[in-house]
């Protein structure tokens, strides 16, 4: 198999969901343990386009590098880093922003969505968020972006970056495609026409102990509108395929075509496989995060290896638009 360069990240915006979990960390480690040139980073400069708390965002953030680490990531095998660390990203994406036609950045769906969740907040960085997405991705001249489906947009604006850079200023960058298994998106257990969010309602968290798991399923709504299937239900199975066994599911899918499914069953299952699913994971981040000093090693060795790469990316960039 041909290695891949692969670049990613998740915001530093609170605790990551199990949407975060299937739509991107359970590929990343996959992909690093296929043997690709992975660089994951933290997107802790993303997590200031929406409101913020400096204290949270800090404990946000070793939270999240708790989770990839527990999750799988291995510092000895993928880049590991803070974007932050990196000053060259700032830079590429001020690079970018300048390349990127306003209206391009105004359609984004994200940009849409928050600016409405968000209507106290809509700064600048929230509209200028995919220059900067681009710039994470593009130093790294990765061929595959592994992202949910939501983050596609973004993955194919980055992609008209590359080519608009290339066409102006000489091949420079790959065009990197997105990488995703199947289109998957988890939808809010509150309110399933939404997708599960970090910073939306009450998400189903990694780290949620087994009570707090069952607690929010048993709430999971199942109704129906108008007699269309029920998006929430459906929304349960996709977890219970992703987390159960074999068996329950075709027990479970048999019981909805005969029209004998009883929803607290089927949330019953789904909870006590999703709490033995992460019960080593939950029981590692534990341990990680009471040793803050050796993710802070970890994120400081990674940030090394990532900044030598960024440097030279951004040194031919400069060259090649004349900045001395
Ligand atoms: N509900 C979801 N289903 C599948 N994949 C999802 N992702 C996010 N939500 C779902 C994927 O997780 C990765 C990390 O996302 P992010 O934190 O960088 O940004 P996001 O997409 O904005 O994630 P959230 O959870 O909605 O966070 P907030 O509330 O902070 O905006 C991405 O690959 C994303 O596709």
């Known amino acids: 198999m041909e290695k891949q360069t692969i670049v990613s990240g998740i915001r530093a915006s609170g605790s990551l969901h199990v949407g975060n979990y299937l739509g991107a960390l359970k590929q990343f480690v996959e992909l690093q343990n296929q043997g690709h040139h992975c660089y994951f980073f933290i997107a802790d400069l993303h997590g200031l386009t929406t409101p913020f708390e400096p204290k949270k965002l800090s404990k946000d953030t070793l939270d999240v ?16 880093f803070l974007q932050n ?15 990127l036609p306003l209206s391009e950045l105004e359609r984004m769906t994200q940009y849409k969505d928050k600016a409405k969740q968000h209507k106290e907040n809509i700064n600048a960085g929230l ?11 593009l130093m790294y001249k990765p061929t595959a972006v592994p992202v949910g489906e ?13 080519r608009k850079f290339n066409h102006k200023f000489g091949k420079t960058f790959p065009e ?3 990488f995703l298994r199947k289109p998957l998106r988890i939808m809010s257990l509150s309110d399933p026409a939404k997708k599960m969010s970090k910073t939306g309602d009450e998400a189903l968290l990694l780290d949620d102990e087994p009570k707090e798991i069952s607690r929010k399923l048993k709430k999971a709504v199942t109704a129906s509108e108008s007699g269309k299937a029920s998006a929430g239900v459906e929304n349960l199975f996709l977890l ?4 159960g066994k074999q068996e329950q599911i075709a027990y479970f899918r048999d019981a909805q075509r005969n029209n004998s499914l009883k929803f607290s069953e089927l949330k019953e299952t789904l909870a006590k496989e999703v709490a033995g699913y992460f019960a080593e994971f939950r029981a590692q981040k534990k341990a990680l995060l009471e040793q803050p000093e050796y993710l802070a090693e970890i994120l400081g060795e990674g940030a090394r290896k990532a900044r030598t790469v960024a440097q030279s ?10 900045l001395l």
């Open 65 to 80: 590098a708790a989770t990839y680490l527990a999750a799988g990531i291995d510092p000895k095998k993928s880049v590991f």
């Open 85 to 99: 660390h990196i000053l060259e990203h700032a830079t590429l994406a001020w690079i970018f922003n300048c390349l």
């Open 127 to 137: 509209l200028t968020y995919p220059a900067l997405m681009a710039a994470d991705i």
């Open 150 to 162: 939501d983050q596609v947009q973004h993955v194919e604006l980055a992609r008209v970056v590359a």
């Open 176 to 178: 990197p495609h997105t």
């Open 240 to 243: 219970l395929e992703h987390f």
């Open 313 to 322: 990316t951004l040194q031919e960039i400069k060259h090649r638009i004349g």
